[in-house]
């Protein structure tokens, strides 16, 4: 394991919530890339985990109150403060979040936030509702101007039954984050990046339209990875149901024929490009304009014409031209037919990815690729497309800055 986080010392708060029992796992995954963790666990943590198992976990003993005679003596709170390079709040309750926007220190985790010149960041973990509050929306905002790091909330299914946003990031989500926040990835300061992101929806009829199964998952988290690296971002987007990253600006499509003039637009004021978009090959010879009525024969025939290449276009610009990274959605000889992309289209890397793996590629939250260039390749492990992503940006810029050494380097 790569030691990213080599001696850096993590001090994690962790409050009351059904998220706790992730929050041994993110020890754990801290511990893994070297990194130093002690924790603390606010009363309402400890109804979901025990001391014994963040003290196992964390090598160090765990505190839990600020009127302990012996864990004064042994680190007392001013000198936690002091000892952190970074304090983390996962989860982080509707209470915790609110604590902190007022500036109060009436336990040991606020007390310790309060006194340290150290960053802090917070995993907010609570039910939808209450994370949709404008109460808590207020908090959160007053938190930001405090230069507070959010790391996510994330939507999905919660333990109380619930859907929506509020559940807490996974352990190597924040892992990414706290690389981010403690390691910031600055190579890309001056760069204009564009990426596609999302699919393409070609309309039939005022009411049907043809497209993919892209959820803009894996494009959005480039365009954010890319934006913490200090690029100037631009994203163009099919319809999806993200939020637009900080940082980010979006342009919004539907159509292959509207990202193909958006994409060629941005391309040439970009240093590099990242097609990720999954764009829709053909669209219809002619759009109903009304919608079509179902006669009485079996079959219906459509007569399709092929879209612009987007990419392709990108990548024969003559003047201008960005250097250009595609991906290749693929799932039979999925090695052979990025190679033959990366010819045909005229890039500079691709991305070869095997969206036939089950937790991968269409509309996951994870994905594996194999990054392939003129001279190298290199193999990015089934993962968190976050932690992709920021990887990818990485290599990336590297290939961008010193094109010949890292292809020899990784061949
Ligand atoms: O959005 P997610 O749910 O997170 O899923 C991510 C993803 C699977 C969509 C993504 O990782 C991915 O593989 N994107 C490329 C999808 C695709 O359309 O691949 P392709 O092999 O058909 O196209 C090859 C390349 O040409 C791609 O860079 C594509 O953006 C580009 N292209 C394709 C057709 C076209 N008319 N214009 C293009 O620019």
Redesign the pocket.
């Known amino acids: 394991m790569q030691q990213t986080l080599a001696a850096k010392r993590i001090l994690l708060g962790i409050s009351g919530g059904i998220a706790a029992y992730k929050s041994a796992d993110l020890v754990r995954r801290l511990k893994e890339r070297g990194a130093e963790v002690r924790v603390i666990l606010t009363s309402a943590a400890q109804q979901f985990i025990t001391p014994l198992t963040l003290q196992a976990v964390s090598g160090n003993p765990v505190s839990t109150t600020m009127l302990d005679p012996a864990a004064e003596a042994a680190m007392g709170h001013i000198e936690l403060a002091k000892w952190a390079e970074l304090i983390v709040i996962a989860p982080a309750s509707a209470d915790v979040v609110a604590k902190l926007a007022h500036g109060m220190a009436n336990d040991l985790l606020t007390t310790c936030v309060l006194a340290t010149a150290a960053p802090v960041a917070v995993a907010p973990a609570m039910n939808q509702q209450m994370y949709n509050n404008i109460a808590t929306q207020q908090n959160l905002a007053t938190l930001k101007k405090h230069n507070i790091h959010i790391y996510g909330p994330g939507a999905g299914a919660q333990a109380c039954g619930d859907v929506g946003y509020g559940r807490m990031l996974e352990p190597l989500e924040l892992v990414a984050l706290i690389e981010q926040t403690l390691l910031p990835l600055t190579p890309l300061i001056g760069l204009h990046i564009t990426i596609?992101?999302?699919?393409t929806r070609e309309a039939i009829d005022p009411v049907r339209f043809l497209s993919?199964?892209?959820?803009?998952?894996?494009?959005?988290?480039l365009a954010a990875a890319a934006a913490a690296a200090g690029a100037t971002v631009t994203l163009i987007s099919g319809p999806?149901q993200l939020a637009t990253p900080a940082g980010v600006n979006r342009i919004q499509v539907i159509s292959?024929e509207q990202?193909?003039a958006a994409?060629l637009n941005a391309a040439i004021k970009s240093d590099i490009f990242i097609?990720?978009?999954?764009?829709?090959?053909y669209r219809a010879a002619t759009i109903a304009p009304g919608k079509i009525k179902k006669g009485s024969a079996e079959t219906l025939q459509l007569t399709l014409v092929?879209?612009?290449?987007?990419?392709?276009?990108?990548a024969s610009l003559t003047e201008r031209r960005p250097f250009t990274v595609?991906?290749?959605?693929?799932t039979t000889d999925v090695l052979h037919?990025a190679r033959q992309?990366l010819n045909s289209?005229k890039l500079d890397m691709?991305?070869a990815?095997d969206?036939s793996l089950p937790n991968a590629?269409?509309?996951?939250e994870q994905?594996a690729?194999t990054a392939i260039w003129h001279g190298g390749e290199q193999v990015l492990e089934l993962q968190n497309?976050v932690t992709l992503a920021a990887s990818l940006i990485t290599l990336i810029s590297q290939l961008f800055s010193q094109p010949q050494t890292t292809s020899e380097t990784n061949k």
């Open positions: 596609t992101a999302g699919p993919n199964h892209s959820s803009g998952k894996m494009g959005y988290a999806v292959a990202m193909h994409a097609g990720c978009a999954a764009v829709a090959d092929k879209n612009p290449d987007i990419i392709a276009a990108v595609g991906f290749a959605a693929e037919y992309k289209k691709i991305c990815n969206v590629g269409f509309n996951s994905n690729i497309k």
